[in-house]
C-alpha cells in the first residue's frame, strides 16, 4: 500500500488599503482560488480568513493530510499554539479548529516569494 503525500495548499490574504477591502487567494496542486468578496477589515483579518478558506478548499476536495503553507507569522503562531489570538481572532480559530476535526492538518511558514498564493494576489495588484 503506497502512502499518499500531504497535500500543500498555500494561503494569502490582504486588502488595499489597510484596512479595507480584503481578498484571499488559495492555490491547491497549481489550482488557484481568489476570494474578493470577504468585506471590509484589516489585513491579519484578510490572513485569517485565507487560512480558513485554504483548509475549506481541502476539506471540499476530499483532502484529510494537509499542509496548509503561508507566510503570516501572527496567524501561524496562534494555530501551533506558540501565541494567543487577539480577542478578533478567537473566533476565526475556532472556525479553523472546527474544519481541521478528524483531520491531520499542520501550519507552516513560508517565506513571502515562496507563497504562490501570495504571488497570486501580487499579479492582481501590479505596481
Known sequence: MTKRPRAKVFFDGGCRPNPGAMECAV?????????????HGSSH????????????????????????????????????????????????LATFRELATDARVSVRYVRRAQNLAGVALNRRHPR
Open 45 to 92: 483579518e484578510a490572513e485569517w480568513l485565507a487560512l480558513v478558506e485554504g483548509l475549506r478548499v481541502a476539506r471540499s476536495h476530499g483532502l484529510a493530510d494537509v499542509v496548509l503553507l503561508g507566510d503570516a507569522l501572527a496567524v501561524i503562531a496562534v494555530v501551533n499554539g506558540k501565541a494567543k489570538p487577539v480577542a478578533s481572532a478567537a473566533h476565526h
Open 27 to 39: 492555490v491547491l496542486g497549481g489550482e488557484m482560488l481568489v476570494r474578493t468578496d470577504l468585506g
